[in-house]
């Protein structure tokens, strides 16, 4: 089939074979737009002769040209290549991959503005979340780092810090009085349960007593100079076997081991593994003092040094802040020393109130026994023992008051004792600081003496010259010791101070509960004795059946006197 008009082939070389042949509606199309018939046959030419195929192809070549000029995205067909008059211009772009990208952001862009409610952002503040192709909003940061705790605990580093700092949980208990009239003493059974990996076992139990509590209190001062070691109880001569007196006792060395093995300087001790742990303490303890010094001032870094620690002349505090805490803490034991005796006060007055509420009971309870009339014998001896209830609540509130408050109270005051302590090593050190720098001086004029002198004692020099370098060293020592145990202290005061707002807040909250306990406690019994007295009606509320002996059975007499009295009666009536 040959498209063009003069019958040329599509390359205009080669003179066609066949004549096209047009219907009259094609003349009619052809006769109207003319040019762009032509231009359809110039796009539309083949050098096959396909004839069905070729008017309808000039046909769909008029909308194609329509949208190629009016859609910027280009052909949507391979025929509309060369069609209309921006074809070449259109043909000439090449980045169509980026127009295929561009298209599919505009068309998952509307997503998320879709599920977006309310008004639009008029400052455009959203518009980089609404570029990204992902669609939805990143999670937030905190939402994004929740996997890491998760991969955290699968990691041997929790089991690594729990085994820097082990746990501690002891129990002073099972109190026993051993040993004839001249040698008696307590023995507490010492339950220890840790995580430290120091010890043999988890779980072990020793038995010590009282003094085995103070060696161990004096071993760790003189190991940790500036550290504030928990005291234990003070000694008592008179008493010291009275129940609530060891009980007392027992409570405030439990809680001393506690606080030791709580601190991170004092737990790592090796005098503590030996108190807890070993079986054969006293042999333990025979043997380190051989191989080591009477633990005191002169043990440890002190004793290192070689230096007279004792005496010199009067420390006047150069700090102003270890001034200031010094008159701070000769207030505060000042105030707990008042308390405790206003303590001791109110412990007595309960003391004496349950004496008081016994012998009140006592009475009641005799006047009860030769009352005739039960219906008054029944009340007084119901009310002997409400009495006895009561002073049974009074013993226990005051041995409650020692045991919550006034613990923490004389726990605080010997663990001032204790921070004083601590301030004297502190001067110590100091002192011997200072008698090192003497000491260096004196060297010094010496190895100048020598100087001037010339050569001729050489071998002298060199022996001056090494006690000049060794006093210097210990100068050195001194020194930092001075600065390390200062430091050491601050961190010690401010851990005193959280731990005593920590204990003193407990012990008052423990110590109002119990208060409160008890007076319910109170008040419930009393409320249901002025029960039983308004029930006036029935009169066996407070009747007791008498308890009759074997030889009495028969006369049915009873072991009181209001029995007998009323057997007498009925005798007589009969």
Do not use: C
């Amino acid at each position: 089939m040959d498209l063009g008009e003069a019958g040329d082939s599509p390359w205009g070389d080669v003179p066609s074979q066949s004549t096209p042949t047009f219907g009259p509606e094609d003349s009619t199309i052809k006769a109207q737009h003319p040019e762009s018939s032509q231009q359809s046959q110039s796009s539309l030419k083949s050098p096959t002769g396909r004839g069905s195929r070729g008017p309808i192809r000039r046909l769909v070549a008029q909308p194609t040209k329509l949208e190629a000029a009016d859609d910027p995205l280009g052909p949507l067909g391979p025929l509309g290549a060369n069609n209309g008059p921006g074809a070449d211009s259109q043909a000439d772009e090449p980045p169509a991959p980026p127009q295929k990208e561009q298209m599919v952001i505009r068309t998952t862009m509307p997503l998320p503005a879709q599920r977006r409610a309310g008004p639009a952002d008029p400052h455009r503040i959203d518009d980089e979340d609404l570029d990204r192709p992902t669609g939805p909003r990143a999670p937030p940061p905190v939402q994004a780092a929740q996997p890491s705790p998760i991969r955290a605990a699968g990691q041997p580093s929790v089991s690594l810090e729990q085994a820097a700092k082990p746990s501690f949980y002891i129990t002073v208990g099972d109190p026993i009085k051993v040993g004839d009239l001249t040698s008696s003493h307590i023995v507490y059974s010492v339950r220890t349960k840790t995580t430290s990996k120091g010890y043999k076992q988890p779980e072990f139990e020793v038995k010590r007593r009282y003094r085995d509590f103070l060696w161990l209190y004096t071993t760790m001062h003189g190991n940790n100079p500036g550290v504030v070691v928990p005291p234990p109880p003070e000694k008592q001569a008179l008493n010291r076997f009275e129940t609530n007196f060891v009980e007392s006792r027992r409570a405030a060395l439990e809680k001393m081991l506690n606080k030791i093995a709580a601190h991170p300087t004092l737990q790592h001790d090796p005098d503590l593994k030996l108190f807890l742990e070993s079986e054969s303490f006293n042999i333990d303890v025979k043997h380190k003092e051989r191989r080591e010094p009477i633990p005191g001032e002169s043990k440890g870094v002190l004793g290192s040094l070689g230096i007279n620690v004792g005496g010199g002349s009067k420390f006047v505090e150069q700090d102003d802040w270890f001034h200031d805490r010094r008159v701070y803490l000769d207030a505060l034991e000042n105030q707990l020393k008042a308390l405790m005796k206003s303590m001791d006060t109110m412990v007595n007055q309960r003391k004496a109130m349950a004496e008081a509420a016994g012998d009140f009971s006592a009475s009641l309870h005799a006047l009860s026994t030769v009352e005739l009339s039960p219906t008054l014998s029944g009340p007084l001896d119901a009310l002997s023992d409400l009495q006895l209830t009561i002073r049974d609540i009074y013993d226990r509130q005051a041995q409650q008051d020692v045991l919550t408050f006034g613990i923490t109270i004389d726990e605080y005051v010997r663990l001032i004792g204790s921070v004083k302590q601590a301030f004297s090593q502190r001067q110590k050190a100091f002192h011997s600081w200072h008698s090192a720098e003497s000491e260096l001086q004196k060297r010094k004029s010496a190895q100048d003496k020598l100087l001037r002198q010339g050569k001729s004692q050489q071998d002298r020099l060199n022996q001056v010259s090494a006690e000049v370098a060794d006093a210097e060293r210990k100068v050195h020592q001194a020194r930092l010791l001075f600065d390390d145990m200062g430091r050491l202290m601050r961190a010690e005061l401010d851990r005193f101070e959280k731990e005593k707002v920590e204990d003193f807040k407990s012990s008052v909250e423990t110590f109002l509960e119990s208060a409160v306990e008890a007076q319910k406690e109170l008040i419930e019994k009393w409320e249901t004795f002025l029960m039983q007295l308004d029930a006036e009606d029935d009169e066996t509320v407070f009747y007791r059946p008498p308890v009759y002996q074997g030889s009495d059975k028969a006369v049915g007499r009873g072991d009181t006197a209001v029995d007998r009295a009323r057997a007498t009666i009925d005798e007589d009536s009969d």
